[in-house]
């Protein structure tokens, strides 16, 4: 197997752009950053178009794209090693957070007006670790790139924040860095309990021999049977912090609000799909016993989520507020997917993760132009800027229009599909009741979208704030633009990636799980129907 392939040339050329942009003056940092940025875009898409829909990397012995191994080090018995692969799950996100830094980094020419090289330079660092963190393999250099995406988005926020940037950088780290340390002890748990049977730290490897029985040992006196329970509960938890799951929640919103708008477009669009991309890969994948027998506990998290997000997104008069909320209801959907156990489910999930990020991300962007211009976030500051940003006014409609769930657009697909899956799940407890609990979210989402944008880009012009709004810069508007097609094409043609995410998802699920769903062609078929003699969006 070769020792150097694309994902080392893309960490390569990332940590080397980061560098150059460090030691790049002020003037030519920003422009010089997405320069280099689009290095890795390119590497990302190339890998997309050379993608052969292989299986799932951790089910799947060797069928992984992209692979690469190198020998590491030796911790007494563990050999750890460089390895890293993609399949149709992390593919998928890579790209968008190759994508999502471009875009943030252009978008970050307006507001940054100060060490801009240390900024940028860290925006690059922070990219290169989440490919880390999408393409690791052994959990011990996964976690390396998981710890490493704090430091940089530690200082973006505590030095270029808001007035209580201090404040909420540190809770961002407390809370994300506990919340690794239990998740550390839960995994480590059951490679100790696996004994003898696993000398490697590989996450292939490791999934492989948890799926064998008799292989869990006793830990400390505890059982194997109890000792899965324990290690599920302690890396859920662990990973809830990450997505954020209620009531883990309250750092999000105080992060959200003191990043600058490029951090916070990072933030959500990425960073939040660390935390359901390892419950995937973990626990949904390592320890699905457990996950089904405690469906019940698992999906109220979700649902309590999705609703307790909504209505607090409800109250907020912060347009940033706002969308932060709606990451947690969105994100709550994620785990309804993923607890269902169907085809639909786990792809809905996944493909979830894939169109909120290029949602949420266009949302925080557009407020953050409308901050430019306008100096306030404040709901009732604003009222009537659709005449004079009509623009960013009507891209910012129509990503709450994707937030809703209209269709054609990424959010429906991604919500039809979990929905489907979460409805026809034998797992969850009166599937069908809980998945309608779930759906009243979207009447929520849609109630407190348009509350806030009647009140600030309709009626009459007002402006609390001394300053003159005009239409935003070209170079503010076109990342608007571009984050706005892709998230109609995946609406139109969800295949473009949910074909490779069903590949990939597949392997994972209980024997007999395939017949528990629509198959992909009827649910275009159902969509289709939707549209009076249109043509199905998929």
Do not use: C
């Not at 995406?149 to 950088?169: D, N, T």
């Not at 990072?266 to 995937?280: C, E, P």
């Not at 557009?366 to 940003?389: F, K, L, P, Q």
Request: charged content about 10%; aromatic content about 12%; proline content about 5%.
């Amino acid at each position: 197997m070769p020792i150097a392939g694309p994902v080392e040339a893309l960490l390569g050329a990332t940590l080397l752009g980061a560098l150059l942009v460090f030691l790049s003056p002020d003037e030519w940092a920003g422009k010089l950053a997405a320069a280099v940025s689009l290095v890795p875009v390119g590497i990302s898409l190339w890998m997309y178009t050379a993608f052969d829909g292989v299986g799932n990397a951790l089910m799947a012995d060797g069928d992984i794209a992209f692979e690469s191994t190198i020998g590491w080090l030796s911790l007494g018995r563990y050999d750890l090693a460089w390895h890293v692969g993609l399949d149709g799950i992390s593919l998928p996100l890579l790209v968008l957070a190759t994508v999502l830094t471009t875009l943030a980094l252009v978008s970050s020419w307006t507001p940054i007006d100060e060490r801009q090289s240390q900024f940028y330079g860290l925006m690059l660092l922070m990219e290169a670790s989440l490919i880390g963190v999408f393409t690791a393999l052994d959990f011990l250099l996964w976690l390396v790139f998981w710890e490493a995406v704090l430091v940089p988005m530690y200082f973006l926020i505590g030095v270029w924040g808001g007035p209580r940037r201090k404040y909420a950088a540190i809770k961002f780290f407390v809370y994300t860095n506990v919340a690794t340390l239990v998740m550390f002890v839960g995994f480590m748990a059951l490679v100790f309990g696996l004994g003898d049977s696993i000398s490697t730290f590989d996450l292939p490897a490791i999934a492989q021999a948890l799926g064998e029985a008799g292989a869990l040992g006793s830990v400390a006196g505890i059982a194997p049977d109890t000792l899965r329970v324990v290690a599920f509960a302690l890396m859920f938890a662990g990973f809830a912090v990450k997505v954020p799951v209620f009531p883990v929640h309250t750092w999000l919103p105080d992060a959200h609000v003191e990043a600058p708008t490029p951090v916070s477009v990072m933030l959500a669009g990425v960073l939040l799909k660390m935390g359901t991309y390892a419950l995937l890969r973990f626990n949904f994948t390592m320890l699905q016993g457990v996950a089904q027998d405690y469906a019940a506990i698992i999906v109220a998290f979700g649902v309590l989520s999705i609703i307790y997000g909504a209505m607090l997104a409800l109250a907020q008069q912060d347009l940033k507020r706002i969308v932060a909320y709606s990451s947690i209801s969105s994100m709550g959907y994620v785990i309804l997917g993923l607890v269902a156990f169907t085809p639909h489910g786990f792809g809905g999930a996944t493909f979830q993760m894939v169109a909120h990020g290029l949602i949420s991300g266009l949302m925080f962007m557009t407020v953050g132009v409308i901050y430019n211009e306008t100096h306030t976030r404040m709901v009732g500051d604003i009222s009537g800027i659709a005449d004079r940003m009509p623009w960013t006014v009507g891209i910012l409609v129509a990503a709450a229009f994707g937030y809703m769930g209209l269709p054609l657009m990424a959010g429906f697909a991604a919500e039809y599909l979990i929905f489907q899956g979460a409805f026809a799940s034998p797992y969850i407890p009166a599937a069908p009741l809980v998945t309608a609990a779930g759906m009243f979210g979207i009447v929520i989402v849609a109630g407190y979208l348009l509350w806030a944008m009647q009140r600030t880009l309709f009626g009459e012009y007002s402006l609390a704030t001394d300053y003159d709004v005009s239409r935003a810069p070209v170079h503010d508007v076109a990342p608007l633009v571009v984050l706005l097609v892709l998230v109609i094409a995946l609406g139109v043609d969800p295949g473009l990636v949910y074909q490779d995410i069903q590949n990939a998802v597949n392997p994972l699920l209980p024997p007999g799980a395939a017949t528990l769903a629509v198959p992909y062609g009827a649910v275009a078929d159902a969509a289709g129907a939707l549209f009076q003699g249109g043509v199905a969006p998929w």
